[in-house]
């Protein structure tokens, strides 16, 4: 199985998208009753071996969505009003959901460690989601993170060949 580098990652998740794509649409249709498991174990095998330290490629290339629930955790442990921390690091997207003003990301040290690890947002908890119960339902979003991520591209390209469509 390949171990893709960043600089290899975009032309991989590129060579594999309409593949990867048109599998996700057949997974959609028809969801093997063992996929969450499968994911589960997929996911698991590859974090095993995968250091995110290594990488940081999510927070200094995207930025999460920031729920209230997150913004009040992590204005409260910088002992600021919800509306300030708003203020200081977010806007808000098109969608009108809260992001961060820039990334890379604000809180990413030199060293890719997270300033705010314990009380970070839940999409960054989460990410790359390839854990998520009823995978097949954020295929779209996994779509994208495969070029983002060499982890979420190594899970998919496995779950290609252990759940073959």
Known sequence: MLKPNLNELGKLAKDTHNETKKYFDKLKKKTPKNLDYVMQDLHDAEFKKTNCL??????????????SADIERISKSFRQKPQQFIDQYLRIDEDNDYV??????????????????????????????TDRKKFQQISDLTLKNVAICPAAFNIVEKMKEKLPL
């Open 100 to 129: 961060l003003k820039s990334v890379p990301c604000t809180f990413l040290d030199s060293d890719n460690k997270c300033f705010i690890y314990d009380v970070r947002p839940k999409a960054c908890r989460e990410f790359p989601h």
């Open 54 to 67: 290594e990488c940081a490629n999510c927070c200094k290339t995207t930025g999460p969505l920031f729920t």
